[in-house]
């Protein structure tokens, strides 16, 4: 499978929903910060206790996540920054904690984000976890290529292959930047100046790496909400000046209207329009939070 991050999270809500969530993930592909963060907001997802449009971002659980302060998730690393493999002892450990039942919710989640430094024998003590899980716990294994791993481990695992994170150009970056800077903007036609370039050019493909930006953006601005620097848009500036300005739930909203508009654009719905009603829609949200 090669679905992007939005993707994944679209599955992964859906099996949420019904109650379907594999007991096992493994995150291959892209870059480390890319990797972390997926696996942040599939435990978000996991946790979150709204009833549909998981994680909704505004529950206590989904919040706690955000700011990697919830006890049932837990970030498995060796305490030794110099060691380079992850021991043996280490998923011993891990495996003694599983057993001891979730503190607040009702799954416990594991993730490793350098699994393909785990050794032999620490990927052979994985494997009996993996073989017999409580029922609560969740393990999502984070790395590079999968095929560092044992085939042992790779076959109890829902193995996803995560797309390259692109690297956009400079006109891409400073539409999305000037659209981000307008949302807070009480002249309602500045968004839609910041746009123009959108719609004068008439380039799908335009507007799909734009929202990619945007996207990018906004979900730095959670993050930064939430006390954490590692951002993922390179847009520091824009990060910092529009996340004093917008809420956390505002961002989340914004973000699922970016997920929406994709969706739309993948249609071939008249660009034109699509573009207006995105900046109409991105301005009621701003404006109403």
């Not at 946790?47 to 505004?58: D, V």
């Not at 095929?147 to 829902?158: C, F």
């Not at 006109?171 to 500045?190: K, Q």
């Not at 004093?244 to 993948?266: A, F, G, M, P």
């Amino acid at each position: 499978m090669e679905p992007n991050a939005q993707e994944l999270l679209r599955r992964f809500s859906h099996l949420a929903a019904e109650n379907r969530l594999p007991h096992a993930i493994l995150l291959e592909g892209s870059n480390d910060a890319v990797r972390l963060s997926l696996a942040k907001r599939l435990a978000m997802t996991a946790l979150c206790e709204a009833a549909e449009n998981r994680p909704c971002g505004s529950c206590l659980p989904c919040k706690k996540v955000l700011s990697d302060n919830h006890p049932d998730v837990i970030v498995v690393t060796e305490s030794d920054p110099k060691r380079k493999t992850l021991s043996v002892d280490r998923i011993r450990r891990m495996r003694d904690d599983a057993i001891v039942k979730p503190n607040e919710g009702k799954r416990k989640i594991y993730i490793i984000p350098n699994s393909d430094t785990m050794t032999r024998e620490g990927q052979n003590a994985l494997l009996k976890l993996l073989e017999e899980p409580p029922s609560y716990a969740m393990f999502f294994l984070l790395c590079e290529n999968s095929a560092d791993l044992l085939p042992t481990i790779r076959s109890r695992t829902q193995i996803y292959t995560l797309e390259q994170q692109n690297t956009f150009s400079d006109s891409v970056c400073e539409i999305a930047v000037a659209m981000a800077a307008a949302l807070p903007s009480p002249a309602e036609a500045e968004l839609l100046l910041a746009a123009a370039p959108l719609v004068k050019k008439k380039d799908r493909e335009l507007f799909h790496d734009v929202l990619c930006v945007l996207e990018l953006i906004l979900r730095d601005c959670c993050v930064v909400r939430c006390g954490t620097t590692q951002l993922l848009s390179n847009q520091s500036q824009c990060v910092q000046s529009l996340s004093k300005k917008i809420s956390r739930r505002c961002c989340i909203q914004l973000l699922d209207l970016i997920r929406q508009t994709q969706e739309r654009n993948e249609r071939n719905l008249n660009l034109a329009l699509l573009i207006t009603w995105f900046c109409g829609e991105m301005r009621r949200l701003t404006i109403r939070s």
